[in-house]
DNA sequence: AGACGTCACTTGTCCTTACGAGTGATGACT
DNA sequence: AGTCATCACTCGTAAGGACAAGTGACGTCT
């Protein structure tokens, strides 16, 4: 029928047609597509090149396909999670990072020892091969049942002389920030995002969708003297979740940065 | 030859086993992968099956193939670029977001005029369809060659009484932050970070490869009484570069944020 | 009426065959 | 010596066929 032509292999070609109804509005979002076969029928093509048009469009994030059903136009609304990354001291006079608080838990945390790869040492200012506390939490948001994958790191030194740091290294982040509060420091913190295709044991965690990036946090937490002290990440799904920063002026001196 | 048998189909053995030896160090970072008539002798299944394997790897993210070469492991190196998210004063008193002089610029920037879209709308506190000025740029960071796309939209309202704004839409977002400052605003910024798939022409455009998402920063600048006055957006490819976002305690009172 | 089996439709998997196209080395020709 | 054609290897594209598996509706049997 509707002959194309334009740019290079056969199911580009397909592929591309069927991205212009799809961003033109003409499928509509959460409608289904016709059929691998009236596509073949369509375009007067192979089923191969159909999947192979249809494939492109997953990669793209622009359609699902159910086993049975068809493919369905994604809806690209926004994310239903925003992680709201500024600070807010509480009337006790303690600091509160908003999101640690946000999250249920889905399973119980589980702890275990380890030591600093290349990229946690780098972060926590330290060498490889340091020992650190780990622990692990799967946590759920539960008004969108967004899922996060959450990992605390405490290295010895910083565990060292706050008993309940190496006795409970399950704590949750929000009650170290205090304890560690208590024992003097004044906090600050610093995250690196980084988006990343997530593996398959984290897509299957996750419950992730096709072509789904991870957002990845890295947050450190630094002590009076600027020393990293901890060291959290996290991981979800790039669909359902957004950060927010809000960025006030400080009245640092001037330093232009680049790494 | 070593025959597999455990998940589901056939692909996905064969995905799982080059994966592993992958993730195992048996194939190294940047070494050539057995070719597709070995891989079949290997495993003793077709071509087809091979490449499907080969594309799901590819959507992972693991590794890179070649026309006429082969598939090459893929080294997940950290990116080369580092977007510091720090305000820092200047001598003169004004205030600079360091990540917007860092780039090239690799394009003449062009200017158009357009209107509030639902999500652009929302950012802006104005509804849709509300007239805005318009600047396109195609961003390169000399030392690391990362590219990026970069836009500011400027509401007609802002851009009232401020000459400059409205007869230079092209002005870089660093001199606007002058201008509006010495209009009599104290800014502050806010940033919101979204991970997605890229479309075919931010594929292009931003030359990344297979797999890779888009980090897609939307920064609004606001004024003295908090309303929006400039709507900036990045998108870049997330294997090139990452945010790192410094955050300091500050003075407002507590509000418990989430979207 | 209710439960259940069947059937038509969907996508998923797997194979075979064929040719096009990019890459690099080899070797012949100038 | 240098240039260029050829060739063998790689992945890319396209078609064909066949059967498995998930889904939902329809109709029959209890």
Redo the contacts with the bound molecule.
């Keep these: 029928m509707s002959e194309i032509q334009r740019p290079?292999?056969?199911?580009?070609?397909?592929a591309a047609a069927i991205r212009e109804a799809i961003l033109s509005g003409e499928f509509e979002p959460d409608s289904?597509?016709?059929?691998?076969?009236?596509?073949?029928a369509r375009y007067?093509?192979?089923?191969?090149?159909?999947?192979?048009?249809?494939?492109a469009l997953?990669a793209e994030g622009l359609i699902d396909?159910?086993?049975?059903?068809?493919?369905y136009v994604r809806t690209s609304g926004r994310p239903a999670l925003t992680l709201e990354r500024r600070i807010t001291r509480t009337a006790d006079g303690t600091f509160v990072m908003p999101s640690g608080d946000v999250w249920d838990e889905a399973e119980k945390p589980s702890t275990y020892r380890t030591r600093t790869t290349k990229d946690t040492g780098r972060l926590l200012q330290l060498g490889t091969e340091e020992a650190l506390f780990g622990c692990d939490r799967l946590l759920i948001d539960p008004s969108s049942g967004t899922r996060a994958m959450h990992r605390t790191l405490i290295p010895f030194t910083t565990a060292e002389g706050i008993a309940v740091l190496a006795e409970e290294p399950s704590t949750r982040p929000a009650a170290i920030y205090g304890v560690l509060t208590q024992y003097g420091h004044k906090l600050t913190w610093s995250e690196t995002v980084r988006a990343r295709m997530p593996l398959p044991d984290e897509r299957a965690t996750l419950r992730l969708p096709d072509a789904t990036p991870v957002l990845h946090l890295a947050r450190v937490t630094h002590g009076t003297d600027g020393r990293p002290l901890i060291l959290e990440e996290l991981r979800t799904g790039a669909d359902r979740a957004e950060l927010a920063y809000r960025i006030t002026a400080d009245k640092q001196p001037t330093r232009r940065t680049r790494a």
Excluded: D, F
Aim: zero cysteines; proline letters at 6%; aromatic letters at 2%.
């Design positions: 290079g292999a056969l199911y580009q070609q397909v289904l597509l016709p059929s691998e076969a009236q596509l073949m007067g093509v192979s089923r191969p090149t159909v999947r192979n048009a249809i494939a997953r396909v159910r086993h049975g059903k068809g493919s």
